[in-house]
């Protein structure tokens, strides 16, 4: 046992231990000991005629819909998964390189990953083979649900049933947590992404424009809400018109906002309910009494937490800073690796064997 914690401390000094949120719209990364240093969109550029890496996270994302024909600005995570794996690991290889920037150590540095729930082993594989492959020494995973829950401090390793919902860029995971484990989960392909497709598609039909991902994501962020607020919004919009094929410009507004959403909000309330309806009654009990814990970036979306309140009639709070929620709970899961491994997709050849 000595001799264990002995080695242990010297590979600490000779490695990083990082912790990444592996998501759809943005990849942040932890780094022990320094908190969140990285938040950028998984975004990569690729050159098509060379096969190099143009530019990663915001610097690509700026890319989108502007590249030249030989220069693609992809996504390579598609509903929290991997879909091109060598860009991804590519991607990874990035940050990790600025994470250790100008401090560099003997060994790889120990990676903590977050992957969204109910993801296939195949597909687990993906993702810690890619994160070897750009240069981590050893790789454990966390189903995201779970990680935000660590990351809000819930007491999830107590007889106490908690509830979270972390609402992504592709996928929407729901999660009821007790005693160290998910006794209930759902994973719906709803989410910030869809959120954004629902607004496209709405400008279209009302409006007979075009506009992009980016011009819906910033409507989304300026107006975007569930229930109306004290004083009406709007904000202009410019795309193409479908019938001209001129650029036209258009004011939209909060109320147009809502209406785009209402399908992918309905369906995600109905999924919350469904959860619930399944849910253990102690358990239930505990959620009703304590609440449901919204994170991840749709937790923005303003209204949606008093919406969903009034639907399942259980409080709902919105963390603090929901973005960074599953980042942060990588972060606790190293700084306290020894009480948190049973909660880990394990990789049996980084933890130390069972006692």
């Not at 006794?183 to 992009?212: E, H």
């Not at 904000?235 to 939209?252: C, F, H, M, N, Q």
Request: charged residues 25%; without cysteine.
């Amino acid at each position: 046992m000595a001799d264990f914690f002995g080695k242990e401390r010297m590979r600490r000094m000779l490695s990083h231990d990082i912790g990444i949120d592996l998501g759809t719209a943005n990849t942040l990364v932890y780094v022990r000991g320094k908190g969140i240093l990285i938040n950028e969109p998984s975004v990569v550029a690729v050159n098509q005629k060379t096969g190099q890496v143009v530019a990663v996270g915001a610097a690509a994302k700026e890319m989108l819909g502007r590249t030249p024909a030989h220069i693609e600005a992809v996504k390579p995570l598609v509903d929290g998964v991997i879909s091109d794996f060598e860009v991804t690991e590519e991607m990874i290889s990035y940050l990790l390189n600025r994470a250790q920037e100008n401090n560099k150590k003997a060994f790889g540095p120990r990676v903590v990953v977050g992957v969204p729930s109910g993801i296939t082993n195949v597909e687990i594989r993906a993702v810690r083979d890619a994160t070897r492959n750009a240069g981590a020494g050893e790789v454990f995973i966390i189903e995201e649900p779970m990680a935000a829950a660590i990351g809000m401090r819930l007491p999830i390793h107590e007889p106490v049933g908690s509830m979270v919902v972390d609402i992504g860029g592709g996928t929407s995971d729901i999660a009821v947590l007790s005693m160290g484990g998910m006794v209930r989960t759902k994973n719906l392909r709803i989410a910030g992404d869809r959120f954004n497709d629902d607004i496209i598609s709405y400008i279209r039909n009302q409006f007979k424009i075009l506009i992009g991902e980016k011009t819906a994501e910033r409507v989304k962020h300026a107006i975007g809400s569930v229930i109306p607020g004290d004083e009406p919004l709007e904000a202009s919009i410019k795309g193409r018109d479908l019938i001209t094929g001129l650029p036209r410009e258009v004011i939209v507004t909060d109320t147009d906002i809502r209406e785009a959403l209402s399908g992918s909000i309905e369906a995600l309330v109905n999924s919350i309910r469904e959860v619930l309806e399944s849910t253990p009654p102690e358990i239930l009990a505990d959620i009703m009494q304590r609440g449901i814990y919204l994170a991840g970036g749709g937790a923005l979306i303003s209204g949606l937490g008093e919406l969903i309140a009034s639907e399942v009639n259980i409080p709902v709070h919105v963390t603090a800073d929901p973005l960074t929620a599953v980042a942060r709970g990588t972060g606790v899961i190293l700084e306290n690796l020894d009480l948190y491994r049973d909660i880990l997709i394990e990789n049996e050849d980084a933890l130390p064997p069972k006692k």
